[in-house]
């Protein structure tokens, strides 16, 4: 399984953004599409998850009410709908599966990281 992530950008505080992750080979049902970001000088944190099989979705509080994810089946496609975006969502943003149906936060339990997309939001 490849991932790729895209659509990052500069963009102002207030603003949206939507974010892409193009997956790619053999991906089973049971597995959950993870967003993780890296904040400039600071660890890589959990942002939101979708199960491929099914309608359960998960995030961070920090942008639970802001950040959305969803799934096209049809062009194997999971999107990161950002609103409302802060000077604190400045990161570098991956998509990355994990082979369970079983959800977590650690990025550790994620693999087949694809090439980050940059996004950052000025004030």
């Known amino acids: 399984v490849q991932l790729q992530a895209s659509g990052g950008g500069l963009v102002q505080a207030g603003d949206s953004l939507r974010l892409s992750c193009a997956v790619s080979?053999?991906?089973?049902?049971?597995?959950?599409i993870g967003w993780f970001r890296r904040p400039p000088g600071k660890e890589r944190e959990f942002v939101a998850a979708?199960?491929?099989?099914?309608?359960?979705?998960h995030y961070a509080e920090s942008v639970k009410g802001r950040f959305a994810v969803s799934r096209d089946d049809a062009t194997n496609r999971v999107f990161l709908q950002m609103n409302g975006l802060k000077p604190d969502d400045t990161a570098t943003y991956y998509c990355?599966?994990?082979?369970?149906?079983?959800?977590?936060?650690?990025?550790?339990?994620?693999?087949?990281w694809g090439q980050g997309t940059e996004v950052t939001v000025s004030s």
């Open positions: 979708i199960s491929w099989s099914s309608p359960s979705q």
């Open positions: 990355a599966v994990r082979s369970s149906s079983v959800h977590t936060q650690r990025s550790e339990l994620y693999r087949n």
């Open positions: 080979g053999r991906i089973f049902s049971h597995y959950y």
